[in-house]
């Protein structure tokens, strides 16, 4: 176990500020498969524990994380997650932030990186998604970059026509050969500029059903990043509040 995690069975006793998921796909049947969830607590701790899906044929524990029935916390990131994230060292750093929208002095904390880039390594199948939570009011805001721009035709064009604060359209494609599930974004009907990340796409499906309101945002276009920093995207959504 590497001395930034502590398994303690329990985390110190302090609410849950945000929550990630780990996604896995599974390299066989290319399924994605909930596997765990990182917890941000309120006091600066953080905590992981596996879901039940972990226990899914092909999945092995992560070295971080051995066992499957233990709760781990520590004082910092875990560096699975945190080795997922850009190092501020890097020269185009300061792009890098422009890019996801994190520019403003010290919002660009390595949990709020991982929810909007969802983390992904070119070394495994593993992903981070935000849960979606909703406040007390059952409001949902959450952030991520769209995929697959530089495979649709005419995107780069499009994308140069959009302003900031523009509402998006989300269109099914059940006909996808990968993933009959897949979510288009176009600008308006018919012409698309990316996808929506397919470990989000399950999570988007379930929000859409449940919300009163529903919107994606342009949140910043960059056209001279590269493909998978172009478009940034928001959820804005209103879902009923269940009376206690």
Same mark, same amino acid.
């Given at each position: ?45 953080? &905590?992981?524990?596996? %879901?039940?899906?972990?226990? /899914?044929?092909?999945?092995?524990? #992560?070295?971080?994380? =051995? !066992? ?86 005419? &995107?780069?064009?499009? %994308?140069?026509?959009?302003? /900031?604060?523009?509402?998006?359209? #989300?269109?099914?494609? =059940? !006909? ?69």
């Amino acid at each position: 176990m590497t001395n930034d995690v502590l398994a303690a069975g329990a985390p110190p006793a302090v609410e849950t500020a945000r929550r990630l998921l780990l996604i896995w796909q599974d390299p066989d049947s290319r399924r994605l498969i909930r596997v765990g969830e990182l917890d941000e607590l309120v006091d600066g701790h953080f &905590a992981f524990r596996y %879901l039940r899906e972990a226990r /899914e044929p092909g999945f092995s524990p #992560l070295v971080q994380f =051995p !066992d499957l029935d233990q709760l781990y916390w520590s004082s910092r990131l875990p560096s699975f997650f945190a080795n997922r994230v850009m190092s501020r060292s890097r020269g185009r750093y300061g792009e890098f932030r422009h890019w996801i929208g994190l520019e403003e002095d010290g919002a660009d904390t390595p949990f709020e990186v991982l929810i909007r880039t969802g983390g992904p390594r070119a070394t495994d199948t593993f992903h981070v998604v935000d849960d979606l939570s909703r406040s007390d009011d059952g409001r949902v805001i959450s952030r991520f970059l769209a995929s697959g721009v530089r495979h649709i035709q005419g &995107a780069h064009s499009r %994308l140069a026509s959009l302003n /900031e604060g523009q509402e998006l359209c #989300l269109r099914d494609e =059940p !006909d996808n050969c990968v993933n009959a599930r897949a979510i288009l974004i176009d600008v308006r009907d018919g012409e698309p500029v990316g996808y929506v990340p397919d470990w989000l796409v399950e999570d988007l499906h379930s929000l859409r059903a449940l919300a009163t309101d529903f919107r994606v945002r342009v949140e910043r276009v960059n056209p001279d990043a590269p493909s998978h920093l172009q478009l940034l995207c928001r959820i804005e959504a209103a879902v009923p509040v269940r009376a206690s």
